[in-house]
């Protein structure tokens, strides 16, 4: 726990960080000299007591080492970033199937890295390995890369090893703090209202759907065959309200926005050839969906897609199809949340992407959720946070469990070595 006297002084630094070397450097300095081995670079140290404890934050643009239980996890780092032929000519990057032990899930992007070696081709990868494969083979920022593989672990993963599985619960996987089920667990990061995954009501929601899918190539062909903002404001709010009308759990959250605006921003930003990146095109488009796999001479993008260009695009894409967060209650009976998101400015929507984030923590570690929030805490503060930095977010009132936090059921995963030719699960 931070004292008052540090918070205050995390507030300060937060409004200018020229304060951390004020508040921190003379004592750390005066330490390094005494044990000069124990902090080479002494920036660790400033920043950690501000950081919830375990470390973390940013030193030059680079994420700090954990400390205590985290101290085993490693860290990404910043990818070189411009346009690039994926995956190239490297063997260790050709396409191979998965073989009968190996786990795919919900995320086709990550699928697809998997596929091509990019993270393990087991399908459990780490918090590092995940956020710098998806530099390297999309184009996306570390801030961004990092934000994602960050929710990847605590959604789904054993956070003092970084690891966890693209698909269900995996023995391969430790539990430490608690269960680790996976990203295919709903609730914490998947959600309803996928682009080509059913919601978890009907069934299994990691597994492409391919009647989705043609319904998406469907509304794409009304607007040229491109998988742009406007087939996705389209494609969005028919979605929801098929949701709406026919999934009696059907919950649109402040989660739900986040994740469904997100990976509908993804495929426009991230799938399109870096050397036409107006043109999210079937060609571009499919072979990810389809066979999980890059398109022939594929180009990742010129330049990096980071935290802040992703909440201006949800604005855009919430707003071209607006629709009221809540639930379903029973069919006919929805219960609005009151949140209105169209009031809000970027920064706002920032700080409250960054409050849902924080909130999603403790939906990981029941039944260890009371002895190891701090710990959550700890990471996300250290991990996630400070890339949040430009939104100057109010922190008072973050890292409050939610009213869901601590469901453990796992959710249905098909991924006992499933392979997709054509949008077919052979
Ligand atoms: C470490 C990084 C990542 C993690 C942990 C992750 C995780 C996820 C999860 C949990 C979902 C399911 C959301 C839902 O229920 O609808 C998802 C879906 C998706 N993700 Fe990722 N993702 C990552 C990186 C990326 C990247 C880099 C891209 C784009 C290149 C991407 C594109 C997508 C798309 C398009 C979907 C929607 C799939 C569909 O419903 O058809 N993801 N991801």
Known sequence: MLTEEQYEQYKAVK??????????????????????????????????????????GLVNGILAPFSGVLQNLNVPT??????????????????????????????????????????????????AEASNACQIAYGFGYDLCTVL????????????????????????????????????????FEIDNSITRQDTFFGNQADFKLSRWNRLVDIASKYGGFFGEQTFIEEKGIT??????????????????????????????????????????????????LNETFPPQWFRRASAYSVPNLVTDIAALYAGS??????????????????????????????????????????????????????????????ILPFFGSFNCPLDSYVVPSPSAGSSSAGSSGNSGPIIINGVYQ
């Open 15 to 56: 409004r200018d960080p020229k304060m951390a070397e004020v508040f921190f450097a003379e004592p750390v300095l005066a330490e390094r000299e005494a044990a000069p081995e124990a902090d080479p670079q002494g920036l660790g140290d400033i920043l950690s007591p501000i950081l919830g404890g375990l470390g973390g």
């Open 78 to 127: 910043p990818q070189p970033t411009g346009l690039k032929l994926i995956p190239g000519n490297a063997a260790a990057n050709q396409f191979k199937y998965p073989g009968p032990t190996d786990v795919r899930g919900l995320c086709p992007t990550l699928n697809t890295l998997a596929n091509h070696g990019f993270i393990s081709r087991t399908g459990i990868t780490t918090f």
């Open 149 to 188: 593989s960050a929710l990847g672990v605590i959604a789904g993963g054993d956070l003092v090893s970084g690891k966890y599985s693209i698909g269900g619960a995996d023995s391969r996987v430790p539990n430490t703090l608690g269960p680790s089920l996976g990203l295919d667990k709903h609730g914490t």
């Open 240 to 289: 929801y309200d098929e949701s709406l009308a026919t999934n009696p759990t059907f919950f649109a959250g402040a989660k739900w926005f986040v994740v469904a605006h997100a990976e509908r921003a993804f495929v426009y930003r991230a799938l399109p050839n870096g050397t036409f990146p107006d043109k999210a095109d079937f060609q571009n488009i499919a072979p990810f969906f």
């Open 322 to 383: 607006p629709r009221p967060l809540g639930a379903n209650e029973g069919l006919n009976n929805f219960v609005p949340l009151g949140q209105d998101i169209t009031a809000m400015t970027p920064a706002q929507l920032g700080c409250f992407i960054l409050q849902n984030i924080f909130d999603t923590i403790p939906g990981q570690v029941q039944p260890g959720l009371l002895a190891n929030l701090g710990v959550y805490k700890a990471f996300a503060t250290g991990a």
